[in-house]
T-cell receptor, first 116, second 114 residues
Framework: AQTVTQSQPEMSVQEAETVTLSCTYD???????LFWYKQPPSRQMILVIR??????QNATENRFSVNFQKAAKSFSLKISDSQLGDAAMYFC?????????????FGQGTRLTINP | EPEVTQTPSHQVTQMGQEVILRCVPI?????FYWYRQILGQKVEFLVS????????KSEIFDDQFSVERPDGSNFTLKIRSTKLEDSAMYFC????????????FGEGSWLTVV
């Protein structure tokens, strides 16, 4: 079974600076999808960014980008120019491409604090 | 932008009572899910549902849980006899197809069992 590990329970960053959240995963599959979800205090799960494993190019969404290292099974999230609204719990998630096994497997989460 | 909607947002129930959590997935989506998040813990998969039947369930999803899609729009999670440890946020989610399409989550239903 696939596992996702986020080794940083908490991170903090000064407003306007850059922070990187780590995520590693374990799988024997070659095709899969990786996601970062944000969970603000409202507890809604909001998609931040996704990466297809077959793509070598790292995904970017405005101030959010990933560093996807397939061989190392690493998928880190970089937040540039951090804003107060970025404060949240961030979850890394894995999704298999195998038919019928399409659920998301989540890591334990990293709580990000933005210091003004 | 289409959303997954869930009701109720918060429910308090007595231990042993039945609870039904309701969800309206995004209209053209085909795959539906329930996830659970106990306070302070990670989000855990409960069950996936496709073509009017369960496609996968976790070990958490025991005989006390059931899901159904009664009318083609709603997707419900029933807990037959709630236990204290069922207190959690329950998320409904949906996606259009399984080929890596993004799974969209509702805002969650916070269940407190007393």
């Amino acid at each position: 079974a696939q596992t996702v590990t986020q080794s940083q329970p908490e991170m903090s960053v000064q407003e306007a600076e850059t922070v990187t959240l780590s995520c590693t995963y374990d799988t024997s599959e070659s095709d899969y999808y990786l996601f970062w979800y944000k969970q603000p205090p409202s507890r809604q799960m909001i998609l931040v960014i996704r990466q297809e494993a077959y793509k070598q190019q790292n995904a970017t969404e405005n101030r959010f980008s990933v560093n996807f290292q397939k061989a190392a099974k690493s998928f880190s999230l970089k937040i540039s120019d951090s804003q107060l609204g970025d404060a949240a719990m961030y979850f890394c998630a894995y999704r298999s491409e195998i038919q019928g096994a399409q659920k998301l497997v989540f890591g334990q989460g990293t709580r990000l604090t933005i210091n003004p | 932008e289409p959303e997954v909607t869930q009701t109720p947002s918060h429910q308090v129930t007595q231990m042993g009572q039945e609870v039904i959590l309701r969800c309206v997935p995004i209209s053209n989506h085909l795959y539906f899910y329930w996830y659970r998040q106990i306070l302070g813990q990670k989000v855990e998969f409960l069950v996936s549902f496709y073509n009017n039947e369960i496609s996968e369930k976790s070990e958490i999803f025991d005989d006390q849980f059931s899901v159904e899609r009664p009318d083609g729009s709603n997707f419900t999670l029933k807990i037959r006899s709630t236990k204290l440890e069922d207190s959690a946020m329950y998320f409904c989610a949906s996606t259009r197809a399984y080929e890596g399409n993004t799974i969209y989550f509702g805002e969650g239903s916070w269940l407190t069992v007393v």
